[in-house]
C-alpha cells in the first residue's frame, strides 16, 4: 500500500489537470496502522519500506499546488493518523476514533505525526495524545481542532463531494501559494513572511484566475476560475 500510495502521489504531481486531491478509505477503518506481522521477520527492512513510500508520498502532497482532503471513518490510527493530520481539511463520520497509537507497540512516530500534532493542538496536547496514545471520538477530535466537520456517516460522502467540487473551482494557483504560506509561518520571521507574502501576491497577480477574479468582482458575478 505505501508503494502504491507514493505511487497515485506521482501521479496526480504529474497531472496539471488536478484541481483537489481527496484521500479516503474504505470499510470498517479508514486506516488502523501499519502491517505489524509483516514487521515480526525484519522489522527495520520493513519498516524502512514502508516509512519511505509513505513519507515519499506525503512530501509530493505537501508540495502540491491543489488542496488536498481527508474523508475519514471508523479508525484512524499510526501512520493513518499522521496521513490524516498532514490533509489541509478534514472531514469525519460520527464515530470516527482517533489516536497516535505508536508508543503501544514500542515505537515513535513516521508519516510526519510530529510535525503536524503541535501544529494543530498545541504542545502540552500533542504530548498527551502521543505518550498516552489514548483513542477520542470524533466529538472531541473536533473540539480540540483535529478535524475540521464532522458528519453522520450517511452524510459524509455527500458533503465531502460538495467541498471537493467548491474547491476544484477554486484558483488552484492561489491555494498552492495560500498552503505553502499557512505550512510556513511557524518557521519564518515576520520580514521574511511579508516578503513570502509579497512575492506570492504578485506570482498570483500574474496569472489568468487573478484577472478572472478581478473582473468577475467588479461585474458582481461568480469568478469561473481555470486554476491557471
Known amino acids: 500500500m505505501a508503494d502504491a500510495f507514493l505511487k497515485a502521489c506521482q501521479d496526480i504531481a ?34 524502512q519500506q514502508l516509512i519511505d513510500g509513505m513519507h515519499g508520498g506525503l512530501r509530493i502532497l505537501a508540495a502540491l499546488d491543489a488542496p488536498v ?38 515505537a515513535s512516530c513516521d508519516c510526519s505525526t510530529s510535525w ?33 466537520r464532522v458528519y453522520p456517516p450517511a452524510e459524509l460522502e455527500g458533503e465531502t463531494r ?8 477554486g484558483p488552484t494557483l492561489a491555494y498552492g501559494n495560500l498552503r505553502r504560506l499557512i505550512r510556513n509561518s511557524l518557521h519564518n520571521s515576520l520580514d521574511t513572511h511579508l516578503e513570502a507574502e509579497a512575492a ?3 506570482a498570483c497577480a500574474g496569472t489568468e484566475d487573478f484577472k478572472e477574479g478581478v ?12 486554476g491557471l
Open 14 to 47: 504529474a497531472d496539471p489537470e488536478v484541481r483537489v486531491v481527496c484521500i479516503s478509505g474504505e470499510g470498517r477503518a479508514f486506516m488502523a496502522g501499519g502491517d505489524l506481522a509483516s514487521m515480526q521477520v525484519n522489522p527495520v527492512f520493513t519498516a
Open 215 to 226: 473582473a468577475a468582482f467588479h461585474a458582481k458575478r461568480s469568478a469561473q476560475f481555470k
Open 200 to 202: 506570492g501576491f504578485k
Open 162 to 169: 460538495k467541498l471537493l467540487d467548491r474547491l476544484a473551482a
Open 116 to 148: 503536524s500534532l503541535p501544529r494543530l493542538v498545541g504542545m502540552h496536547k500533542a504530548m498527551e495524545l502521543a505518550l498516552l496514545a489514548d483513542m477520542i471520538d470524533a466529538k472531541e477530535a473536533l473540539s480540540i481542532g483535529l478535524c475540521n
Open 69 to 106: 482532503v481527508a474523508c475519514v471513518q471508523g479508525v484512524v490510527a499510526g501512520g493513518g493518523f499522521g496521513l490524516v493530520m498532514a490533509c489541509d481539511i478534514i472531514l469525519a463520520a460520527e464515530g470516527t476514533r482517533f489516536g497516535v497509537a505508536y508508543p503501544l507497540i514500542g
